[in-house]
C-alpha cells in the first residue's frame, strides 16, 4: 500500500512541471524530502514545503503546525530564520494547507498535539532554511563572482567583507534553478543568535488587535447560519419531531435531522445565528434513548467489576510482586478515581463550510486538518481531491480539536444546502457533547518491609481505549487516496491493530507503566473497559490521570517510610539525573520555606519527554482550600523560546488546577449533568497562585512543554492537603471531609 501512494504521488509531482514549475526533491534525515518547488510563479521561489522567497524580497513561512496559544507561529518560525539567517519579526506566516508533506512524523498525520511540534520540527525545518542558504550564497556566488566562502547571509541579504549585496529576493529566480545540497550544513549550539534566545510573540498584535481570525470569525457572501439539537444520550436518535413552529420563525431556511459525528440530531438552518438559535427553542423532540446509557455510578461499577475479574494487558513486569507480598510485613492497598473532563476551549466547536458545484472548501479550527477533509468526505457528496480544507486560528485545542464531529456536521448541512454555511456550537453545546478526558479507577498495592520500605509497587488502572474512538477519521486521514467506500474498512482495521495505525492502548496506562522509581518488583496492568461514554485525548492524555495517582501514591510511601517526601523521591531517582535536577531546583527554590499558614506538597513526572517538578504552597481552613503559591522547574532539552516554555508551565499549572479543584463531568442515564461555566467551573483570577517558573538546561534535542505542566499539579497540591490537615484525597476533584 505505502508502495502504492508514492507512486500516485511521484505522477502527481512530474505532472506539476507542466505547469512551469521547477521541482526539487532530495532525502533528508528524518522526511521524504523539503518539497522544493523551484519558481511556482515569476514573482515567488518556493524553496521548500515551509518557505517561498518573493523577488521583492518577501519571505513567507508556511506553519504546518496549528497555532492555538501555545506558541507554534514564533517557535517554528524561529527555526527556520535561525538557519535562514532573517530575523523572525519580517516573515510572514501563513497556515499550511493539506499535504502529506505536513505529515507529523511521529503520527504519520497531518496533526497538531503530543506536544510534539518544536521536538519534530526542530530537524527537518533547520535543514529548510540551512538548504535555503546554501542555495542563496551559492547564487550570490555566481552574480558576485566571489567565493562562497567570502560571503555571509545576514537579514535577507546575502554581503560581501564590504557590506555589500544582493537580497535574497534578487537572488530568488536563480536560486530555485540550483540543485537542493543533500546535507546542509546546520548551525551548532554557540552560533545560535534566535534559538534559545528569541522571546517576542509574533502573534500578540493581531491578536491584541483582532486580526487574527478564528474559526468562528469566518464570513462568506451569503452564508447561512445553523445550530443543533443533539441526543442528550450518546448513541440517542431522534424519535418523534415537530418542526412546524421552528420552520415557521422569522429567518428560517430549513429544519431536518442530522446524522453525522458520531451523533444524531436536528440542524435548525438560518439567515443569521440569533434566528437559528431562537428557532431551535421551538423544536419539539422526543428522544429515543440508547441502549447503552451510564450514569456516573455506573461507569465506576463496570471499573470496579472488571478490575474485579480481569487480570488485563501487563505492560510493565519486573520482579514478582505477588511474591514480595507473600512475605511483606504489610501491604498497603488503595484506590483512586478520576473523573470525565471536559475539554472547556475558550472558543466553543465551529466551522465553516461552502459547497457547489466546483467543490466544498471548509474553515475549521481543527488540530487535524488532513482528518477533517476525511470528515467533510465521509459526510458530503465530494471526494477527497475536491475538498480544500483552510486551518484556522484556534481558541484553544487540548485535544479536543482532534476529533472531527463539528466538521462532518457542518459538511453534511452544506452539502445538503448547497450554500455556505457557519455552524456554531452553544457553550451547553460543547459542554455536553464533548470527547472526554476518560474517568478512570485505579487500584494501587505496596508490599513494606518491618522498617516501612516499600518492597514492591502494583498498579491496576481500568480505563477505555481512546484510540477506538480516534481511529474512524484518522485511518482514513494515513490513505486519503483510497476510495470513500473503503474508509469504513480502514476505521475497522485500526481499531484492531492490523496495521492502518499502530494499536495504542497506552492513554491509559502512559506515565504508570514507566514509574522511574528504583523499587524492586513492579507490576503494572491494564484492564481495558469502555462504558460507551464518548472519550478522546485531553491536555497530557494518560499522564494527567497517573502524574496525579503515581506521585500521591509515592508519597504515601514516603510517608509509611517515616521520611521526608522530597527527600525520598531523590533517594529513588539517583537513575534519572533529569529528574534530580528539577527536584534538587526546586527545592532549593522553596521547599522547607512556605507561605506563611501554608502547607508544601511536591510531585515530578515526565511526560512528552520533558520533566517538570512542581512545590504547591496550600493552605487549609475547614473544608476549604487553596494554593497560594506554585514552584516549578522543567527540563524540555534545548529551550526555542524561553518565555513560551514559561508561559506553558504557567498555563500548564493553572488548566491542571481547575481540573483539580472542580473539574468532573457527571452522568444521568447517558446525558451529561453540567453545561456551562456556572456548574463546570474554571478557576478564576482571584484564584490563581503565584507561580515561579525555573528553566533547567541540558543540550538535548528539544522535548514536549505545551502538556508537561499538567500532570505534576494536582499531586502537589493533594500532597499538601495531606500535609496540612492528614487528609489523604485519592479522588479528583478534591474535596475536603
Not at 248 to 257: E, L, M, R, S
Not at 273 to 297: F, G, H, N, V
Request: glycine fraction near 8%.
Amino acid at each position: 500500500m505505502a508502495e502504492l501512494n508514492m507512486n500516485r504521488r511521484a505522477f502527481l509531482k512530474a505532472s506539476a512541471l507542466g505547469s512551469g514549475g521547477l521541482l526539487l526533491t532530495v532525502a533528508l534525515p528524518g522526511c521524504a524530502n523539503i518539497g522544493s518547488k523551484g519558481m511556482v510563479s515569476d514573482e515567488q521561489w518556493q524553496a521548500s514545503a515551509w518557505l517561498r522567497i518573493d523577488t521583492d524580497n518577501q519571505i513567507t513561512f508556511v506553519l504546518d503546525r496549528t497555532e492555538m496559544g501555545q506558541g507554534t507561529y514564533t517557535g517554528l518560525l524561529t527555526l527556520l530564520c535561525e538557519e535562514l539567517e532573517v530575523n523572525p519579526a519580517r516573515v510572514q506566516v501563513e497556515f499550511a494547507g493539506v499535504d502529506s508533506f505536513y505529515n507529523n512524523p511521529l503520527y504519520k498525520l497531518q496533526i497538531t498535539g503530543g506536544s510534539t511540534s518544536v521536538a519534530t520540527s526542530f530537524q527537518r525545518i533547520r535543514i529548510a532554511g540551512a538548504s535555503a542558504r546554501s542555495m542563496l550564497l551559492q547564487a550570490a556566488s555566481e552574480v558576485m563572482k566571489t567565493p562562497v566562502g567570502e560571503l555571509h547571509c545576514d537579514d535577507g541579504r546575502v554581503l560581501n567583507a564590504a557590506g555589500k549585496g544582493l537580497t535574497y529576493g534578487e537572488l530568488a529566480t536563480l536560486a530555485a534553478q540550483l540543485s537542493v545540497p543533500t546535507e546542509p550544513k546546520l548551525k551548532a549550539p554557540e552560533q545560535y543568535r534566535y534559538i534559545g534566545k528569541f522571546n517576542p510573540r509574533l502573534d500578540a498584535r493581531q491578536k491584541a488587535t483582532g486580526q487574527a481570525e478564528y474559526g468562528i470569525d469566518v464570513e462568506l457572501p451569503g452564508m447561512l447560519y445553523a445550530v443543533i439539537s443533539r441526543a442528550p444520550a450518546y448513541g440517542g436518535t431522534v424519535g418523534k419531531l415537530n418542526a412546524d413552529a421552528a420552520r415557521a420563525a422569522a429567518g428560517v431556511v430549513d429544519v431536518f435531522t442530522v446524522d453525522a459525528g458520531n451523533r444524531h440530531g436536528v440542524a435548525v438552518v438560518a439567515r443569521s445565528y440569533w434566528q437559528a438559535r431562537k428557532a431551535q427553542q421551538l423544536l419539539s423532540i422526543d428522544w429515543q434513548a440508547p441502549e447503552t446509557a451510564p450514569s456516573s455510578s455506573e461507569v465506576f461499577a463496570q471499573y470496579a467489576r472488571d478490575l474485579d475479574n480481569d487480570d488485563g494487558k501487563a505492560v510493565r513486569d519486573e520482579g514478582d510482586f505477588s511474591a514480595a507480598s507473600a512475605t511483606a510485613a504489610s501491604v498497603l492497598n488503595v484506590e483512586y478515581r478520576m473523573p470525565y473532563l471536559a475539554h472547556a476551549t475558550l472558543e466553543p466547536q465551529n466551522c465553516v463550510v461552502k459547497a457547489d458545484a466546483d467543490g466544498m472548501e471548509v474553515w475549521a479550527p481543527t488540530q487535524a486538518p488532513g482528518m477533517a477533509r476525511i470528515a467533510a468526505a465521509k459526510h458530503s457528496r465530494y471526494s477527497v481531491d475536491d475538498i480544500l480544507v483552510h486551518t484556522t486560528w484556534i481558541g484553544g485545542g487540548f485535544g479536543r480539536r482532534l476529533m472531527q464531529d463539528f466538521v462532518a456536521e457542518c459538511a453534511f448541512i452544506a452539502d445538503r444546502l448547497q450554500q455556505p454555511v457557519k455552524l456554531i456550537w452553544s457553550r451547553e453545546d460543547d459542554t455536553r457533547n464533548d470527547f472526554y478526558r476518560p474517568a478512570s479507577l485505579h487500584r494501587l498495592s505496596a508490599s513494606l518491609n518491618a522498617d516501612g520500605q516499600a518492597t514492591g509497587w502494583q498498579h491496576r488502572i481500568a480505563h477505555p481505549k481512546v484510540m477506538h474512538w480516534f481511529v474512524p477519521d484518522a485511518a482514513a486521514a494515513q490513505y486519503p487516496f483510497m476510495p470513500k467506500f473503503m474508509f469504513p474498512m480502514l476505521a475497522g482495521a485500526g481499531k484492531l491493530g492490523e496495521g492502518i495505525l499502530a494499536p495504542d492502548d497506552s492513554s491509559g496506562y502512559e506515565g504508570a507503566a514507566e514509574l522511574p522509581y528504583a523499587l524492586n518488583n513492579i507490576d503494572v496492568r491494564f484492564i481495558a473497559s469502555d462504558p460507551g461514554v464518548p472519550v478522546g485525548y485531553w491536555r497530557s492524555v494518560g499522564h494527567s490521570h497517573n502524574g496525579f495517582v503515581t506521585e500521591s501514591f509515592i508519597d504515601e510511601l514516603a510517608h509509611k517510610a517515616g521520611q521526608d517526601p522530597l527527600a525520598y523521591r531523590l533517594q529513588l531517582l539517583s537513575a534519572h539525573p533529569r529528574a534530580v535536577g528539577v527536584l534538587s531546583k526546586v527545592r532549593d527554590m522553596a521547599w522547607g520555606k512556605p507561605l506563611p499558614g501554608c502547607a508544601q506538597g511536591v510531585a515530578v513526572h515526565k511526560s512528552f519527554g520533558t520533566w517538570v517538578a512542581q512545590i504547591a504552597d496550600v493552605e487549609v481552613s475547614g473544608q476549604s482550600l487553596r494554593v497560594k503559591r506554585v514552584v516549578c522547574a522543567v527540563d524540555c532539552g534545548q529551550v526555542v523560546n524561553p518565555d513560551t516554555v514559561v508561559a506553558q508551565m504557567e498555563g500548564g499549572i493553572i488548566f491542571a488546577l481547575t481540573a483539580a479543584l472542580y473539574g468532573e463531568i457527571t452522568l444521568d442515564k447517558g446525558a451529561v449533568q453540567q453545561s456551562n461555566f456556572h456548574d463546570y467551573a474554571l478557576a478564576r483570577l482571584p484564584e490563581t497562585p503565584a507561580i515561579e517558573v525555573a528553566i533547567v538546561d541540558n543540550g538535548d534535542s528539544p522535548t514536549g512543554v505545551g502538556e508537561p505542566g499538567v500532570p505534576p499539579l494536582a499531586a502537589a497540591v493533594g500532597n499538601a492537603v495531606f500535609a496540612a490537615s492528614g487528609q489523604r484525597l485519592r479522588a479528583l476533584p478534591l474535596k475536603l471531609a
